[in-house]
């Protein structure tokens, strides 16, 4: 019984993710939702209270599997540098490998006012991932000691979601991880000609 209950609530979870991928939050449906995952619309309400829940069930579901995946990777690195790569290539990977999550989490939740605390609390998750990264970086003298952790972790994160924006808006058609590299060549290098 609990197999099949978390199996229909992934299903769930999954299809509102396309949906809301398609139509945009605000104009899904919970029939659209329930259409998609082969259930009656009441079935979703065993499961969630509205449409808002399902997202932010969504979003919980998705960040909890990305940031496991993104810990390993970051824990499989020696140095920092390595760390920032794995880093970068595993976040990369993963909204490449989940378009629907690349979408709603680039064009749909940002301006949903009902989960912007949850929203500020994965930026703090990835952030604190950052400054640990970049604090290893300095010790080592790879990066940089007279820069503010701060601004060198909300850079780097900056350009990692203006990179997928940029994906998603292009309709995903080229890999979006062979960015990975150039992005931390960037952060480690600069701009400027030796």
Known sequence: MQKNK????LNILNSAGAVFAKYGFYKA????????AGVADGTLYLYFKNKDDILYQYISYK????????????????TAEEKLRN???????????????AVIFQSEVRYLRDIQSQIKDISK????????II???QIEGSIRQDLFVGLV???????????????VSAGSRYDLVAMADPLVDLYLNGVKEE
């Open 6 to 9: 978390s199996e229909k609530y």
């Open 29 to 36: 449906t919970i029939s659209q939702i329930a259409s998609r």
């Open 63 to 78: 960040t909890s599997i990305v940031f496991e995946k993104m810990n390993d990777a970051v824990a499989a690195g020696k």
């Open 87 to 101: 880093l970068i290539r595993c976040h990369l990977q993963e909204f490449q490998s989940d378009r629907h999550m």
């Open 125 to 132: 998750m990835y952030l604190d991932l950052l400054s640990d």
């Open 135 to 137: 604090e290893q970086g």
């Open 153 to 167: 972790k909300r850079f780097i994160l900056g350009a990692v979601e203006g990179v997928i924006s940029t994906w």
